[in-house]
């Protein structure tokens, strides 16, 4: 593993129960940060965090990402424990399931329009103000390969990632000139727990689109979150980092 210098900082993780906000909440800690988990299962954030332990110091909270007051507290909580923050990863998300989009259902459309797009939003509306106010700030956003290219019986997901990454354009010009970096990384699916939201026939269209013939690995993505979150990344800002084995176009 290539040593990656976040001596100190302090991170926070939504989703970091599982999956890749996991692996990122590890990394993150292997290089030095200190982490807080922010996910909406209690069970599985308490056993996250206990795992977490043996690398650094990791303390978790149980946060509706959707829920604007929510999001507030949980962020003047963190300021007030940690007395700063100066990464945010926002990798929660939700698939939503498969079907045409005709087939859909508008409240599942609307529930992963708010997991994925609304609740980053909220994130950084909180945030953001107090890494302007210290001059120094890391957000990376998971976004996916299916916000690039949308994919079939997936619109709401697709949407939801293009979503994604236009904000993190349009957030990133905002801050540009305040020591903030705000950039996406858009993975080609991994082997996660969302699994269990999509159908087979699904996972293997998704399969058969990678060059590479695999998945990525959760600690691939965590490697990208980690450099993006470091120093070493300063002028790269409202990008969006491909890891997809070759998929994407563009």
Known sequence: MNQIDLEDRVAIVTGGAQGIGYASAERLLQSGARAVLWDIDAARLDMACAALAAHGPVRGEVVELTDDAAVATATAKALAIEGRIDVLVNNAGI????APTW???PAVWRRVIE???IAPYLTCRHVVPAMVARGWGRIVNIASVAGKEGNPNASHYSASKAGLIALTKSLAKEV????????????????????E???????????????????????????????LASEDCSFSTGAVFDLTGGRATY
């Open 95 to 98: 698939t939503g399931g498969n």
């Open 103 to 105: 087939e859909l259902d």
């Open 115 to 117: 997991v994925n797009l």
């Open 176 to 195: 540009a000139t305040k020591g903030v970096l705000v950039n996406a990384i858009t993975p080609a699916v991994a082997r996660t727990a969302m699994f």
């Open 197 to 227: 939201q999509m159908t087979q026939a699904h996972i293997d269209y998704m399969l058969g689109k990678i060059p590479m013939g695999r998945f990525v690995e959760v600690g691939e993505v965590a490697a990208m979150v980690a450099w």
